[in-house]
């Protein structure tokens, strides 16, 4: 029906018109070339994606080196003392990044272009410091062997020399 | 109803106090056995309501027996050493009246029933030659002024009677050569002459006798004056009777006794025992020599082991038959004690020589036939060196089908209920047989007496003694004057073909050896013996080719002898160093020999030489325990670095005592290596004296001495360590390594109490903690951990995790004392040996009781508790898996129904 009135009458407006009804044939303003703007959005639309998936990857490289003040943070309020609590956080803070360094190609399989090897590196690095992070929690909590009482129990006793013996005079 | 319940609310508030041992675990794992000592004097009370014996015994103690068992019902023990020594006994209707001392006699009342003191008095009597009792008198005989004078106390209340009797004596000639009984004295003049005069009445008669002899010694507990007169090996009977010398021949070797029957009649009852498993009895009226035939009998048992019997009292009746027949209470030379029903048998038999316990080993049983038969087939072939083992491919397939078919005849043996035939290699009984965690040993002990006995350590059954009869005596210790039986575990039951053997030394003109077989108590090879003195013993480091441990034997010229002589050894030993310390000139000398693996041309050379002068003298020497595993090697300080401790193997400690002006006594330990001769470190305790108790373990040592200026007992504790830098891991030397003397930590301790015995426990691997065991005077047995006598105990705060903060004096809870009610008096040692398992160290206590217990310093971490609940844990496990295929089976169901659905 609209198409009909809308032919009949070339420079009539309707205004009874539905809202919702879209208007299928508006007429492009004067100047404007489909063509032109089609080309654009087509270019644009290329470059946003990709910038996009750098800026994702670049938020997976660098999530390890974001989570250290957090990390930081329940380290502090974890305390030094050992119990069970303690000790499982401790062990979270060494098998998350230990973990995230073993499937680091599964994590990195998607993601390609010019800086990979970037991203993987950072997020190496920021696992690393993770891991560096929480053997200095171990090693303020204790749990590290670094004292020599701490490999005490490995030490044999020494093998004598001479042999002796003896006592009182029997007589 | 109130009062009721306060008191029930007490009641209960006790029931948990103490939580050392629970009660029904008492009994279970320890045993006491009660003695009284080698027999002094007896008496028997046949009256029907009490029926008892009373004894007095060298070791000071007062007892009553029950007559049917010889079982103890009442016990008192009385001073120790001369000033307890019982001199008298004297039974009256309700008391048993005990003279006891030396220079101040004291004489007691005890109640016949229960033993309790009913009256004590004392006088002095320095000059006392006899004692007896007539009338109700004590009669103290001494000589004074060329007389003989007699004292009289009223037995009970000590009121001195009336006037002291004098008699001239010319005719007494010391009491070397007179004797008294019965209230008669009889001396054996120089010119062959026998006076017996009697002492009861103040009067001069003496009646005389011509007759020569070499000694005279009176019939204990005659009732009448009796006497043996030996003259160059004839024994002569000299009696007294109607005033009247008589004389009887007596046949030699035989102890005699007179028994008074019928007022008017004696009975002359005569003991002997002509070999060691026989008492030969004889009976006889005394004035014509009529033998009584049911008085006479001759009694053999394999498993009595007796020699020179004596009867101690006796006690004669007339039976319905209208014959003679007696009781005796009989105590033999080695200190066995026996009620003999004559004519009959032996009633009971107490071995009371294992009062004077002098060495104690303990001895692993061999394993079972099965098991042997197992480890010669699968046994590795380190420790099992010994057997043949072939190794074909058929011999080991017979072999495996001959220990198969002996496991199911052993099978078809215990299902059936045939009584366990005795093992084959071991000729023992079949329960004789090491158990999985090494508890059930065999604790091997001399006595001085001169009987080895071999007792089963889970009861204290006595499974077999030995009586050395000829074969030589004991060394003598020279710091205490008591005698020492240096024995030897030369090969223990871990090799198979062989069987494990101790070896005893003796003293006779040449050195003896006896060797025993401490499973059965057998002696195989017999005594050995070497044409020289032996001066010290040492065994070797290294087993010889017949896996036996030899013995380095220094002889009086201190040239080395290998004993058993001849053997080559598996391998070349180690250098070897000997020291030698002599009490009695202050000597000590160090020795290396040089041991070829031929076992031939020993050689040794002095190499130091250390002089203790005069009135210094060595009283104990501390070397640790040649058993002992050191696991940790050194200890964890606060800010978590370790502090060495300084473990020399060859490091001896040497206490000396010396009389000093200023402070009565000074007590020295000198921790001495006894390679270099170098004198570690030394320390004074002033005002020191005895009892003192060394104990040397690991790396530290404890010393108590009884302090005469705070008086009190103090135990000062050392510990050596060698600083925060270990010098060598690998090996230790005494020679050649650096001389940096050891950090010594030092402290003492204050003991609420006596001691009589100290030892360490002592483990498998030295992994589980030491606790020191204390024997006090008051019959307690203490398990004090060491860390209570640690030196490093903090002074002000601790600094050390866990470190108690030092307090002088130790506790001694109620919890620790591992002997709960069983008081242990008069406890001369304590030993202790480790178990297969970690946790569990075997304790033997001996002195007059005899005690066994086993302790677990660190709680019993490697076995479940005995309480442990087998049957609930099975029946949960069953439920669970019960469950689980059920809900499995009911869900797979549900899963099926949902699918048609």
Known sequence: ?171 | MVSKLIYAALLSSFLFTVNGLYEDQAGKFDWKQDYVGEVKFSSIDVDVTTKRLYVATEKNVVASLAIDTGDIIWRQILEKGPEGSVELIHPTKSKIITVSGVDVIKVRGWDVKDGYLHFEWSTESSYALYLFVFNGLLHNVYYSNNLIAVDTYHLETGVKGKATYTFPAHWFSGSDRCALSSGSLACLDVDGKLNIGSLIKSNTDRLGLDMIGDKIEAIPGSPIPAFIVTNKNVEKLVYVKENKILVRSSTSRSSSFIYTYMADRQYLLQISSPMQDTIVTEGSILEDSTVIESLSSKESKSSLKISNPRISSAFCGRSKANTVNCVALVSTQDQSLMLLKMPGSIKWHREESLTNIINVEFVDLPVSDIEAAIEKEFGNKESFLDHSVSTGAFSMFVRRLFSQLQQLRTLFATVLGIIESPSETTGTKSNLVRDQFGLHKIIVTVTSAGKIFGIDNLNGEILWSVLLCGVGTFYENRVNGLPSAPMHLQRNSKHLSYSPMCTLLLKSEKIQFVYIYPINGESKNGVTQVPYRVVQAVPLPVLNIEMVRSLILFDSSNSPHLYPADTPLSSKPPPLYIYIANPTNGLLQGFTVNVPISGKELSAKEVWKTQFNKPTQIIAIGSRDAMEHVHSQGRVLSDRSVLYKYINPNMVAILTLAPDTTHKSVLTLHLLDAVSGIIIYSVVHKRASHPIHLVHSENWLLCSYYNDKTRRTEIASYELYDGNQLSNSSDFSSVGGSLIPPIVEKQAYILPGFLQAMKPTITEKGITSKHILMATTTGHLLEVPWAFLDPRRPLGEPKEEGAIPYIPELPMPSESMINYNKSLMRVDGIYTTPSSLESTCLVFVYGLDLFYTRVAPSKTFDVLKEDFDYLVIIIVTHILLISAYVTKNLASQKALKQAWK
């Not at chain 1, 032919?7 to 879209?22: G, V």
């Open chain 1, 1 to 171: 029906m609209t198409t009909v009135k809308s032919k009949t009458f070339k420079w009539s407006l309707d205004f009874t018109r539905n809202k919702h009804e879209k208007s299928t044939d508006n007429v492009s303003p004067p100047g404007y070339s489909q063509l032109a703007g089609q080309n654009g959005t087509e270019l644009t639309r290329d470059s946003e994606s990709s910038r996009l998936i750098i800026k994702k990857s670049w938020d997976l490289a660098l999530g390890p080196l974001k989570q250290v003040p957090m990390n930081l943070f329940i380290m502090y309020m974890a305390g030094n003392s050992i119990s069970i609590f303690p000790i499982m956080m401790v062990g979270m803070l060494i098998v998350r990044p230990v973990k995230a360094l073993f499937t680091l190609q599964t994590t990195f399989k998607t993601i390609e272009g010019t800086q990979a090897w970037g991203q993987k590196f950072i997020f190496f690095i920021g696992n690393c410091v993770n891991i560096v992070l929480a053997l200095y929690k171990c090693q303020s909590m204790g749990l590290l062997p670094t004292h020599a009482s701490d490999w005490l129990a490995f030490i044999n006793q020494p093998t004598r020399m001479e042999y002796s013996g003896g006592g009182f005079v029997l007589s």
